[in-house]
């Protein structure tokens, strides 16, 4: 039998978890965007390097495709702490939660989870690949 007080902990726990997977989702949705941008932006600068034939608009693409790649993976960096903040709300005894209730402090879990890991992580690592791989080929096709 539950107590008030265990009852409304619960409750709390439960809209915790709800705010963090909230945060994920957007977290997620974010990284989807930038893959988007990254693939219209570099598919933009090459039919413009298409048209006038300059393999240097090579250049000119790879710059905001390593931005896209680079904040795409603070995005993946960011959504793997909160799943990690997520995994420890959900586990944590009742006792614990009235310490911090509503804590969204990704900082514990800051050593565990690193940018450039995220950044090679192959969820995200092959579009990037794939996208300076195209625009060296068309770079050479220019040529």
């Known amino acids: 039998m539950k107590d008030a007080h265990g009852g409304m902990m619960i409750e709390a726990r439960m809209r915790h978890l709800e705010l963090i997977q909230t945060v994920i989702g957007r977290l997620a949705q974010n990284s989807f965007v930038y893959k ?22 090579m250049v000119v693409a790879l710059v905001p495709t390593m931005v896209f790649w ?8 960011q959504e793997r702490l909160f799943r990690k903040l997520y995994k420890a709300v959900r586990l944590a005894a009742l006792s614990e939660m009235e ?3 509503f804590t969204m402090d990704t900082s514990p879990y800051r050593s565990q ?3 450039l890991a995220s950044c090679l992580s192959p969820t995200i690592a092959w579009l990037y690949i794939a996208i300076i791989v195209g625009t060296a080929f068309v770079a050479a096709a220019w040529r």
Not at 49 to 56: E, I, S, Y
């Open 99 to 101: 310490t911090d209730p």
């Open 36 to 57: 988007g941008w990254a693939v219209t932006v570099a598919a933009a600068i090459l039919a413009l390097g298409g048209r006038d034939a300059c393999p240097q608009y």
């Open 113 to 115: 989870v690193r940018w």
């Open 70 to 77: 680079g904040l795409d993976g603070y995005y993946l960096r």
